[in-house]
């Protein structure tokens, strides 16, 4: 019945912006905190950025300054912008919802994003 639904992945140049979607169902989003996670071919998934519940955020130091994690929580979706891109951005970005229990932890299919020098 949960379901995470990333878009807005895509092919980039070096530079450009990307915003990507998550829609979240099945959930009472609003207690939710939510993250975007990446993974890149060979390597170890890690955070990109978290919003919690009370819309604090926080990023990796990698996308600092490039990148703006934002929730709508009317809609059930989280965002992530993405500027300023840069090839060592390319990876399958996966969303997140984590809940107030440790079962209450789910992931989208995730999205492919990939930047081109």
């Known amino acids: 019945q949960v379901q995470l639904v990333e878009s807005g992945g895509g092919l980039v140049q070096a530079g450009g912006s990307l915003r990507l979607s998550c829609a979240a169902s099945?959930?009472?989003?609003?207690?939710?905190?939510l993250g975007w996670h990446r993974q890149a071919p060979g390597k170890q998934r890690e955070l990109v950025a978290r919003?919690?519940?009370?819309?604090?955020?926080n990023y990796a130091d990698s996308v600092k300054g490039r990148f703006t994690i934002s929730r709508d929580n009317p809609k059930n979706t989280v965002y992530l912008q993405m500027n300023s891109l840069k090839p060592e951005d390319t990876a399958v970005y996966y969303c997140?919802?984590?809940?107030?229990?440790?079962?209450?932890?789910?992931w989208g299919q995730g999205t492919q994003v990939t930047v081109s020098s």
């Open positions: 099945g959930i009472t989003f609003s207690t939710y905190a």
């Open positions: 997140n919802a984590m809940g107030s229990a440790w079962w209450m932890d789910y």
């Open positions: 919003i919690t519940s009370g819309s604090s955020t």
